[in-house]
């Protein structure tokens, strides 16, 4: 009978909680980076004054911010960070959820009497931000157990 080699862990897990720290950082980095990505082109950039070249991207500013930030959700779901196990798992797909939703009624309700700066400036483009936190939601929902 022959035995197994021992695995490795990889470096950049903790070896008491199993938990990556770099992929957490990541994680949390690439939703700040894209949160922080859309306030600078909302209240710097838009007016095409300063920062030009991110006004010359217009629209697709929001595209960077939001993918990044849905980049980051995703990849938190993995089970090496906190909201990718136990209970954290319900925590980012009901949270994703509910904010795809919230997102999506609010756009609704208001209609295209926006006084949000962001969704004025997204125009119909809320409906994919809203379907974008659902499908994240459905990342985590696949590591439900």
């Known amino acids: ?18 938990i990556s720290v ?7 980095l690439l939703v700040a980076v894209g949160v922080a990505w859309m306030v600078v082109y909302l209240n710097v950039a838009q007016d095409g004054e300063q920062l030009t070249w991110m006004g010359d991207l217009m629209r697709w500013n929001f595209l960077i911010g939001f ?7 995703a990849l938190a779901a993995n089970p090496a960070t906190p909201l990718g196990r136990g209970r954290g798992v319900v925590v980012g797909m009901l949270g ?5 939703l919230v997102w999506i009624v609010v756009y609704y309700m208001t209609g295209n009497d926006l006084a949000i700066p962001l969704m004025s400036s997204l125009g119909q483009y809320n409906l994919v ?14 590591r439900w157990e």
């Open 22 to 28: 770099v992929r957490t950082v990541v994680a949390a």
């Open 67 to 73: 993918v990044l930030i849905f980049l980051g959700l």
């Open 96 to 100: 994703c959820f509910l904010i795809g």
């Open 1 to 18: 009978m022959s035995q197994r080699p021992a695995r490795n862990k990889p470096a950049e897990v903790d070896t008491q909680d199993g």
């Open 129 to 142: 931000v809203g379907i974008g936190f659902m499908a994240v939601g459905f990342v985590y929902a696949t």
